[in-house]
């Protein structure tokens, strides 16, 4: 039973670290506050739902829904650094916006996939027919795995070039980069822009791994990503870029395997998953403090007693 529950919280740590990977962009290499991601991640599985329904190609329809993640980002960005408003405001205000696209998306509430085509039976048939003997069980697990890496890899890249540069820089000081002659405001909306296409990929990849597209399913979402990030962030450190993103992944799967572990052991109901995650999150933000504070009146006696 536990190695059952290890290897499906794998697969949906990895699938959902895409999506914390998009939060860990904005959250902490932009210093942006962004609500986007609760209404990007329904939107890329609303586009690749609608599409498959329609009999278009898997990977057509998630290609799709990452590039209207994209479209989701650029309309926040937008109204950051050229309307001028706020990142907490704009980003709630596509948000809410795209609630009613979703909806448009849809036609209706909820888009099951069942007895459809998806990347992961393509992937499923593929693997019968060119490795007979591999285990079928593990095929989802193993495309994850590879999948995620190479996101991780290209996000790594990226952070290590000119523009890479530029939007790490915005997030750490914009005063100073923009005295160098940096666009500020297109390294946001550069950053916004993958960040929530990344979201909706992985929305879109969640969507056909559960067998139905769901409008209300984006809620928390950015909740979630903030607990994978900060558990990464608190177990790995930031040392690098390739820690950081690693642990970003590695914090998706923890968060995930406790959530696996507190409901097999009916230790909560499904019903308080956004509470627990809020508790998660909150012990993960104030854990540093604490520590900060127990160290200080340590400090403090020493420093007494040698006086």
Request: with cysteine.
């Amino acid at each position: 039973m536990l190695q059952n529950l290890f290897f499906k919280s794998l697969e949906q740590g990895l699938v959902f670290g895409i999506m914390a990977l998009g939060v860990y962009i904005t959250f902490k290499i932009l210093k942006f506050s962004d609500l986007t991601v609760d209404g990007s991640f329904p939107l890329g599985a609303a586009v690749a739902a609608s599409l498959i329904v329609s009999g278009h190609s898997p990977f057509f329809a998630t290609a799709a829904a990452l590039l209207a993640g994209t479209f989701a980002g650029l309309i926040t960005g937008v109204l950051n650094t050229k309307a001028g408003i706020s990142d907490l405001l704009s980003g709630i205000l596509t948000m809410t916006s795209l609630y009613s696209i979703n909806l448009r998306i849809m036609g209706r509430p909820n888009t099951p996939l069942l007895n459809q085509p998806t990347v992961y039976s393509l992937i499923d048939d593929f693997s019968k027919n060119v490795w007979p003997l591999f285990p079928s069980k593990h095929i989802y697990l193993l495309f994850f795995i590879i999948f995620a890496l190479f996101v991780k890899i290209f996000l790594d890249a990226f952070l290590k070039t000119q523009m890479g540069f530029a939007l790490r820089a915005t997030g750490d000081n914009p005063q100073m980069i923009r005295s160098q002659g940096v666009n500020t405001d297109l390294a946001k909306i550069v950053g916004l822009v993958i960040s929530n296409g990344l979201v909706a990929l992985s929305g879109a990849l969640v969507a056909q791994y559960q067998g139905f597209a769901d409008v209300g399913m984006g809620v928390g979402t950015i909740v979630a990503g903030l607990a994978s990030v900060i558990i990464g962030d608190s177990l790995l450190g930031e040392r690098s870029v390739f820690v950081s993103t690693l642990g970003v992944l590695f914090g998706s799967f923890l968060y995930r395997f406790s959530i696996s572990l507190v409901l097999s052991f009916r230790l909560a109901q499904a019903s308080d998953l956004k509470l627990f995650t809020a508790i998660v999150v909150i012990i993960a933000l104030t854990a540093p403090r604490f520590k900060q504070s127990l160290k200080l009146p340590a400090k403090g006696c020493e420093s007494y007693g040698n006086s």
